[in-house]
């Protein structure tokens, strides 16, 4: 499985963003996916994951209320709607999968797209 995320920018506090993670192959359905994002001088950070079906979806709390995750099946593309911006939100996102679990951890993921930059200014 290939990943490509996309959508990232700059954007006011208070804003939003789409970011989109276009997938390749034939089955997309069968992967969860996830976001994760990484600061400058930070480790990297869960943000939210989806189940292949997208029937089961959770959240880092500190973007719960926020950001919502979701995907289409037919596009083989996840989303990532990220509104009430903060700039504590400016980081690089990556998108990943894998066929077991996306582990809030991040660890044992099969697959990590490139990230894309999101900053958020004050």
């Known amino acids: 499985v290939q990943l490509q995320a996309s959508g990232g920018g700059l954007v006011q506090a208070g804003g939003s963003l789409r970011l989109s993670c276009a997938a390749s192959?034939?089955?997309?359905?069968?992967?969860?996916m996830g976001w994760f994002r990484q600061a400058p001088g930070k480790e990297r950070e869960f943000v939210a994951r989806i189940s292949g079906n997208g029937d089961s979806i959770y959240y880092a709390d500190s973007v719960k209320g926020r950001f919502t995750i979701s995907r289409d099946n037919a596009e083989n593309t996840v989303y990532l709607q990220m509104n009430s911006l903060e700039p504590e939100d400016t980081a690089v996102y990556y998108c990943?999968?894998?066929?077991?679990?996306?582990?809030?951890?991040?660890?044992?993921?099969?697959?990590w797209g490139k990230g894309t930059q999101v900053t958020v200014s004050s």
């Open positions: 192959g034939r089955t997309f359905s069968t992967y969860a």
């Open positions: 990943a999968a894998d066929r077991v679990a996306i582990l809030t951890t991040g660890r044992n993921i099969n697959y």
